[in-house]
């Protein structure tokens, strides 16, 4: 029954000699990215702010690669800079949204003015680039006939609330409800929509992260094992190839994605399969997870208190 009900219908979509298009790819997870779809031969373009960045990236890929990548220097908050980066860099096939910046603070101690600045690239900068992309990506499929996908990196912390992350899970899981939407008004194009969800991964942005995080928003991450950005790389540029709409990357993630699946798209008959098993366990193996952190908030405030 799963294998008739599961849709979008499970789709390849290759990279060799397509046109993959990566934003925030000059550093961390998208320059891995970056790196591991030249290396399966596809035609890379690249996008972020700082052009230095950028041409080290480009230097880079090229020595682990051989390959050259296109670089366009946009801000993904500004619609017409995206607009004219996709117009030169011509029809994109596969579409990462990975660009993303993230300070974890309290609410109360975090200004309106960082919050905003979170919501207006992770989430208004996403909208920016798929409305720039989406036409000729769609005219693209038509002539080729092959599947396209658009892949939107999110983050375990768009899957459950963190201590600390009120701005950035608001960010990342409004990316969810944009991906859900999207997949239905794109799935008659034979486009795909793919949502990764990686934990801490190691990347210059998390040493930014790190210096200034709150303790409580470290435990917590670290209730899911870290990643080298190579792997969460190589984690979802299989999902994409295989069009799955929801892409964990560890263990941890694995666990969630079915803890979370409630109506997330599924075109695995043996993933739902497992989901549907799954459920009622993980529901359990979720409150056990809320209870230990919980306890680990209200001692950590008490002892913090105690010591003035
Ligand atoms: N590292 C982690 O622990 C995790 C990261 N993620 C997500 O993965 C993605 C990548 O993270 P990571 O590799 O760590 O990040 P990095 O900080 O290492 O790299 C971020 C990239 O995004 C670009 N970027 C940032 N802001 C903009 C902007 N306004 N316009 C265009 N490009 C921009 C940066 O270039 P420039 O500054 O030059 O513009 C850079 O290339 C993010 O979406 C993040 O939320 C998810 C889970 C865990
Ligand atoms: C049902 C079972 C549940 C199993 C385990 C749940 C573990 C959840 C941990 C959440 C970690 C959030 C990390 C965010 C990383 C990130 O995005 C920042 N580094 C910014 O980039």
């Given at each position: 029954a799963l294998a008739f009900l599961t849709r979008p219908r499970a789709a390849r979509i290759p990279l060799k000699g397509r046109h993959v298009f990566i934003t925030g790819?000059?550093?961390?997870i998208g320059l891995a990215l970056a790196t591991a779809a030249a290396r399966e031969g596809a035609r890379v373009s690249i996008l972020a702010r700082n052009a230095a960045r950028l041409e080290d990236a480009r230097a880079a890929i090229r020595l682990a690669t051989g390959q050259d990548v296109g670089v366009h220097q946009a801000d993904v908050r500004d619609a017409a800079a995206v607009a004219s980066a996709l117009d030169a860099a011509g029809p994109v096939d596969v579409l990462v949204c990975n660009h993303g910046v993230f300070v974890a603070q309290e609410l109360e101690k975090q200004d309106m003015e960082e919050v905003k600045w979170m919501v207006d690239i992770n989430l208004m900068g996403t909208f920016h680039l798929i409305k720039a992309a989406l036409p000729a990506m769609k005219a693209r499929t038509r002539e080729t006939s092959l599947p396209a996908s658009i892949a939107i990196m999110s983050s375990q912390a768009g899957q459950v609330g963190v201590y600390g992350y009120t701005a950035y899970s608001a960010s990342k899981f409004a990316l969810t409800g944009l991906a859900e939407s999207l997949q239905h008004e794109v799935v008659s194009d034979d486009i795909h929509v793919s949502l990764i969800f990686p934990p801490d991964t190691e990347t210059p942005g998390l040493v930014e992260e790190k210096k200034k995080r709150p303790e409580l928003t470290t435990i917590i991450a670290d209730s899911s094992g870290g990643m080298k950005a190579d792997d969460v790389a190589m984690k979802a540029l299989t999902g994409i190839k295989s069009g799955r709409f929801i892409i964990p990357c560890n263990f941890e993630g694995a666990m969630l994605a079915i803890a979370t699946s409630g109506l997330t798209p599924q075109s695995s008959p043996l993933i739902a399969f497992v989901e549907v098993i799954g459920a009622g366990l993980m529901r359990f193996v979720a409150l056990c997870f809320q209870w230990n952190w919980f306890s680990t908030i209200e001692n950590w405030c008490a002892k913090n208190k105690k010591h003035g």
């Open positions: 790819g000059s550093s961390g």
